[in-house]
């Protein structure tokens, strides 16, 4: 069965960075669209970046635009997310998503992915 795992959460001070991955498994082919969400606690969980293999258009939520980067090897098993200038308001789980399909959308919706990863917790403080 196809599983998303992540790694890279941790602690961090403002104006750090970290990287988190999530690597694939599980699945015949590679992902085509991907996606990194974030829920904070009693917020609903929102679209931090997204990108869609056909053409690598991108997304990303303004209030990490220019400090966030999603990217994916070659082969789309495993992608990434960078995230440099943190701020306090960045805390949240964050959570990776993709779909295999090539007719996805790659949009900022959680109805937009069916597989996702079990979440990596971020706090910067």
């Known amino acids: 069965h196809v599983q998303l795992v992540e790694y890279g959460g941790g602690s961090v001070q403002a104006g750090g960075s970290l990287r988190l991955s999530c690597e694939a498994s599980g699945y015949t082919y590679s992902m085509n669209c991907m996606a990194w969400f974030r829920q904070a606690p009693g917020k609903e969980r929102e679209a931090v970046a997204t990108?869609?293999?056909?053409?690598?258009?991108?997304y990303y939520a303004d209030s990490v635009k220019g400090r966030f980067t999603i990217s994916h090897d070659n082969a789309k098993i495993t992608m990434y997310l960078q995230m440099n200038s943190l701020k306090p308001e960045d805390t949240a789980m964050y959570y990776c998503?993709?779909?295999?399909?090539?007719?996805?959308?790659?949009?900022?919706?959680?109805?937009?992915?069916?597989?996702w990863g079990q979440g990596t917790q971020v706090t910067v403080s």
């Open positions: 990108t869609s293999g056909f053409g690598d258009s991108t």
């Open positions: 998503a993709a779909e295999f399909s090539p007719y996805c959308s790659g949009g900022s919706s959680t109805y937009d992915y069916t597989y």
